[in-house]
């Protein structure tokens, strides 16, 4: 008896959930006779007849299509909007199926009587022949062929030249305005729906006389271009952009005309422009104004039906509504119905059953691989048919090739793998799936926050924690300016460290009479001395010289080297820093004429280059240096800079220092109240010639220099100081974090760092995506580091500078690299100068990441577009790209009506919050783990069968605030939607729970459900903490 009871429930569900279904196939089926959207789709269909990969089970001959649409004349009754009035226990489906043609045509019915109505309130004058009109096209259901479709040009006062397809794609809006019906146009990325949507209101504008007032909803990053647009290609219509401050938009609704439902040519303004979360906060401002035409460009923000956002904007008073998505589908079915139910409320109304439809049946195809009902998917695409147009690129432009995608797979280096396995050792595997199979919302917090706590590991270890500037203590005081602005253009930075120990010296002691070496009357011994063993005793003194060389003395040589007995007189006298000087001038002038005008043809001719006495001058000439400069390839390079190659081979020159001092500190003060005594000790301790010698010269120096027309072969010799043996030494004690040992701490750096190298030598031009701003703000001092120019775009852009950050990438062509946000930058803009995407993370969404890579690939691309993906190999990573392509397999089935496809999805009809705790847990867990979590559920899915349902979950889970899981995902990314007005768009933050109450109490061996600081985090990932 029970299992009777069970078989005619599920009969009266299955008609129940049939009725329904039905009603909205009637619907579309006539709606599609009108707006055509099947030959419109077509175009990819070659002149050969033969249909692209993508022609849906909806594209094939009549005959093939198992229900039987109504196509003779009959009688439709009353509108059934109460369940109970039917019989579905009934064998006999007659009566359902013409409550399901009642509904339908009321529904059309209303659409109709919709548009009728706002027409009606336009002018009262015109109102009777526009009844007349509309009753004379009264639609007769039983005869869709009689609903007349009109071909509609382009309008002129569009300054563009539209494609073929997008003139198809305006009459299809068009016959959908007409109807007073809702649309969603889903074109690919890339093909125009905006500029299709610009064209509808030019045609409502120079046809119907219908100047708006338009709204156009749209993301904060496609703001700016929308109003380019418009103005661009119809410069006749008025742009109203509303944002900014509360004050400033109030004074913008002052032009907001509320007395009349139709603009005209000379309204204040004809489209306006805005955010959905500026919708939102002034949505009573909105409601009052009626509108003609509301477009929502990425209608994917409005994907869940519980959302403000949504529920805002079905409030609207609007004649028509048009989304615009290249992504219908994201994640799941139930955000396509939230579009369908957004378009047709009354059509596609919250019905469980239908829902339960729409997404069970749909992703629970996938999960047992098996081949999908084609009559199921058949009777779908009926339904979306009507409501919704989607072209794909390689079949509408044929000039735009294919993109390239190549996953490129990294490993993870030394210290990532400890902070990795440190992190895997901290997760109890019996405690994982627990929490899999019975998880609420604390425990899905807790499992993203490990999630993210992965992710970081894999983008870089300097997430968790930077490497900090070391230097030894320093004992001495510096001196700081006031104010650099004042300073004017060169700074000059005087010596000023000091020691904090002062020695005061008496003044008779610094000064001259207190000194052993300065003669004076209380010393006279001093110049004696200075006489005695400075001239008398002096070798080098001059007629010593004279008299030893014209004998067989020491100074002998000196007619062999051409030098006089003043030359060595003067160099004996000279300091060392005098004699460095006069050695620096001799540079080796004759060795370059030599290397740059020798020919072997006239030896005789170059022999001049070389004096005579010169050849006998072996130390001091040195004629290699030169050639080792001009030589730079094979074996006479190698020969000529062996010391140099020896030094590099043997490593010698990136020797780190073995030994840094704990404290430094200059030498004690000496202080004397003698200003005398002072100026002597500044000039022994700061000798300027010394000073201007060792270091480069300043620039207003130089710029005199030049100014006084002295001969360059004249000016002082400067720059003498060497550069330190090591490449790790340093002139300071200041130890900086290496730059080299940022890039090798992350195996994707690595593997980004030479991938950049290769894409500059080949000229190309690349989008960097990011899901973490801190990420961003690394990749900054990488860039920087290896001095390419870039540019940045994520949530913390402010609105104003987003359009020309756009526009300097577009029109620079030095810029090389553009940072984004894969969220802030993967909206609506243009940045087709680029010829490759680059992702540095991917998302578990891949539709995010198709809007992204999309944004080189569309429209105005002239070069063939390569994505690349970094994935580090053997972690979490994998799964979450193994996840992503599950997903894409949805997609196609839905959008595509491939049924069957090769890859398994993991769907299954439990709720949406214990797939996404599920979905977390896998990403966590290895193989055997994986094996475990599904055990586990099978077990509870058993257990809860034989209870006779299914276990009620907390009472409070229901009122919880829902977390979404791709706010969740994309912790520590800019949000550049601005979804709460509250929102850091750097935050960085770990996302945690939203449940209210006390923690819960951490499992032994387990995690704990508290969220850890990052000190905590940090102690757990250097196993400091148990």
């Given at each position: 008896a029970k299992r009777a009871e069970a078989e005619r429930e599920a009969n009266r569900q299955?008609?129940?959930?049939?009725?329904?279904?039905?009603?909205?196939?009637?619907?579309?089926?006539?709606?599609?006779?009108?707006?055509?959207?099947?030959?419109?789709?077509?175009?990819?269909?070659?002149?050969?007849?033969?249909?692209p990969s993508g022609q849906t089970l909806k594209d094939k001959p009549d005959a093939e299509h198992k229900v039987s649409l109504p196509d003779s004349a009959g009688k439709v009754g009353t509108r059934v909007t109460n369940f109970d009035d039917l019989d579905f226990d009934a064998e006999d489906e007659s009566a359902l199926h013409e409550a399901a043609m009642a509904n339908a045509q009321h529904a059309i019915q209303e659409a109709q009587d919709r548009a009728r109505a706002f027409d009606r309130k336009e002018d009262a004058d015109e109102m009777t022949d526009a009844q007349d009109n509309l009753d004379d096209g009264e639609l007769n259901f039983q005869n869709p062929t009689s609903l007349q479709s009109m071909d509609v040009e382009q309008p002129k006062m569009l300054t563009c030249q539209l494609k073929e397809y997008q003139i198809k794609g305006l009459n299809w809006l068009v016959n959908l305005y007409e109807q007073g019906i809702n649309g969603i146009l889903a074109d690919e990325m890339g093909l125009g729906k905006t500029v299709q949507s610009i064209s509808v209101m030019a045609y409502l504008a120079e046809v119907h006389d219908i100047w708006g007032p338009f709204l156009v909803i749209a993301p904060n990053s496609t703001l700016h271009n929308w109003q380019q647009e418009i103005t661009k290609f119809v410069p006749n219509i008025k742009v109203l952009p509303y944002w900014g401050s509360a004050k400033d938009r109030k004074i913008l609704r002052k032009f907001?005309?509320?007395?009349?439902?139709?603009?005209?040519?000379?309204?204040?303004?004809?489209?306006?422009?805005?955010?959905?979360?500026?919708?939102?906060?002034?949505?009573?401002?909105?409601?009052?104004?009626?509108?003609?035409?509301?477009?929502l460009d990425e209608a994917q923000a409005i994907k869940s039906a519980q959302s403000s956002r949504w529920k805002s904007l079905l409030g609207f008073h609007c004649r028509n509504r048009l989304l615009l998505t290249g992504t219908p589908i994201q994640n799941n079915m139930q955000e396509l119905w939230a579009l369908l139910h957004f378009i047709m409320p009354s059509l596609f109304d919250s019905h469980d059953e239908f829902?339960?439809?729409?997404?069970?049946?749909?992703?629970?195809?996938?999960?047992?691989?098996?081949?999908?009902?084609?009559?199921?998917?058949?009777r779908l695409h009926m339904i979306l048919k009507p409501f919704m147009l989607r072209r794909i690129k390689k079949h509408v432009q044929k000039e735009l090739g294919d993109k390239i995608e190549e996953d490129v797979y990294c490993d993870l280096t030394y210290r990532q793998r400890a902070y990795y396995t440190n992190l895997r050792n901290k997760?109890?595997?019996?405690?994982?799936?627990?929490?899999?199979?019975?998880?609420?919302?604390?425990?899905?917090?807790?499992?993203?926050?490990?999630?993210?706590?992965?992710?970081?590991?894999?983008?870089?270890?300097?997430?968790?924690?930077?490497?900090?500037?070391?230097?030894?203590?320093?004992?001495?005081t510096f001196a700081e300016t006031a104010s650099f602005m004042r300073e004017g253009n060169f700074v000059h930075v005087a010596y000023s460290v000091r020691n904090?120990?002062?020695?005061?010296?008496?003044?008779?002691?610094?000064?001259?009479?207190?000194?052993?070496?300065?003669?004076?009357?209380?010393?006279?011994?001093?110049?004696?001395?200075?006489?005695?063993?400075?001239?008398?005793?002096?070798?080098?003194?001059?007629?010593?010289?004279?008299?030893?060389?014209?004998?067989n003395g020491a100074f002998s040589w000196l007619r062999f080297v051409d030098r006089s007995a003043t030359d060595l007189t003067s160099t004996a006298q000279k300091t060392l820093a005098e004699r460095l000087v006069d050695f620096a001038k001799q540079d080796d002038r004759l060795g370059r004429l030599k290397v740059a005008y020798d020919d072997d043809n006239d030896e005789q001719e170059n022999a001049g280059y070389t004096p005579v006495h010169a050849m006998l001058?072996?130390?001091?000439?040195?004629?290699?240096?030169?050639?080792?400069?001009?030589?730079?390839?094979g074996c006479l390079n190698s020969l000529l800079n062996i010391s140099r190659n020896a030094m590099e081979r043997e490593g010698y020159n990136v020797i780190e220092t073995c030994y840094l001092p704990k404290a430094s500190a200059p030498p004690i003060e000496l202080v004397c109240p003698s200003p005398r005594a002072m100026q002597e000790r500044d000039d022994a301790f700061f000798n300027v010639p010394v000073r201007r010698t060792l270091y480069p010269i300043n620039t207003p120096t130089e710029?005199?220099?030049?100014?006084?027309?002295?001969?360059?072969?004249?000016?002082?010799?400067?720059?003498?100081?060497?550069?330190?043996?090591?490449?790790?030494?340093?002139?300071?004690?200041?130890?900086?974090?290496?730059?080299?040992?940022?890039?090798?701490?992350?195996?994707?750096?690595?593997?980004?760092?030479?991938?950049?190298?290769?894409?500059?030598?080949?000229?190309?031009?690349?989008?960097?995506?990011?899901?973490?701003?801190?990420?961003?703000?690394?990749?900054?001092?990488?860039?920087t580091y290896r001095n390419y120019k870039y540019c940045r775009l994520d949530g913390s852009t402010k609105l104003e500078d987003r359009r020309d950050t756009v526009a300097s990438f577009q029109s620079d062509p030095s810029i090389f690299v553009f940072l984004l946000s894969t969220r802030a930058g993967g909206l609506g803009i243009n940045l087709t100068s680029a010829d490759t995407v680059i992702f540095y993370d991917s998302d578990w969404n891949p539709t995010i990441d198709s809007q992204a890579m999309d944004r080189a690939h569309r429209l105005g691309q002239t070069r063939q577009v390569t994505v690349y993906r970094l994935i580090t190999r053997g972690t979490i990573e994998e799964r979450i790209r193994k996840r992503a392509l599950q997903k894409e397999e949805v997609q196609r089935v839905v959008i595509s009506g491939q049924a069957g496809g090769g890859n398994v999805v993991d769907f299954n009809n439990r709720s949406r919050e214990n797939n996404r705790t599920k979905e977390m847990a896998m990403w966590l867990a290895d193989d055997d783990q994986a094996a475990a979590i599904e055990r586990r559920e099978n077990e509870l899915a058993e257990e809860e069968a034989k209870a006779g349902g299914k276990k009620k979950r907390k009472a409070a889970a229901a009122k919880k605030k829902e977390v979404s899981m791709d706010d969740m995902y994309h912790e520590g990314e800019g949000k550049f939607e601005d979804n709460n007005a509250s929102h850091d768009p750097s935050g960085?933050?770990?996302?945690?729970?939203?449940?209210?109450?006390?923690?819960?109490?951490?499992?032994?061996?387990?995690?704990?459900?508290?969220a850890k600081t990052v000190k905590q985090r940090l102690a757990v990932i250097d196993g400091e903490v148990g």
């Open positions: 299955k008609r129940k959930l049939n009725f329904l279904i039905s009603q909205t196939e009637l619907y579309s089926h006539f709606i599609g006779k009108k707006v055509k959207t099947d030959e419109i789709e077509k175009q990819g269909v070659d002149g050969n007849g033969v249909t907001w005309d509320r007395k009349h439902i139709t603009y005209n040519k000379d309204s204040p303004f004809h489209v306006l422009v805005t955010s959905y979360q500026l919708v939102v906060q002034d949505t009573p401002y909105f409601q009052k104004v009626k509108w003609q035409y509301m477009i829902s339960e439809w729409f997404s069970k049946d749909i992703e629970n195809h996938a999960q047992s691989n098996t081949k999908l009902n084609e009559d199921q998917l058949r997760i109890s595997i019996l405690d994982l799936i627990e929490k899999a199979a019975v998880g609420d919302d604390q425990d899905t917090a807790t499992l993203m926050n490990l999630v993210m706590q992965f992710r970081k590991v894999c983008n870089h270890p300097d997430l968790f924690e930077r490497a900090d500037i070391w230097s030894p203590l320093s004992m001495s904090a120990i002062e020695c005061w010296m008496p003044a008779m002691l610094m000064e001259g009479e207190g000194r052993l070496d300065v003669a004076g009357p209380e010393n006279q011994k001093a110049g004696w001395r200075k006489k005695i063993m400075g001239t008398d005793l002096n070798i080098w003194d001059e007629r010593h010289i004279q008299q030893s060389a014209k004998t001058n072996i130390v001091g000439r040195n004629d290699r240096k030169p050639l080792a400069e001009v030589t730079q390839n710029a005199a220099l030049l100014q006084s027309k002295l001969p360059v072969e004249k000016h002082p010799v400067t720059n003498l100081l060497p550069q330190p043996a090591s490449q790790k030494q340093r002139y300071t004690q200041i130890q900086v974090p290496s730059m080299r040992r940022f890039v090798t701490d992350s195996g994707k750096l690595a593997r980004l760092d030479q991938l950049l190298r290769q894409l500059k030598e080949g000229g190309h031009r690349v989008l960097l995506y990011f899901q973490m701003t801190r990420m961003i703000d690394l990749m900054e001092e990488y860039l960085a933050a770990t996302p945690t729970s939203n449940a209210e109450g006390p923690p819960a109490k951490k499992k032994k061996g387990g995690l704990s459900k508290k």
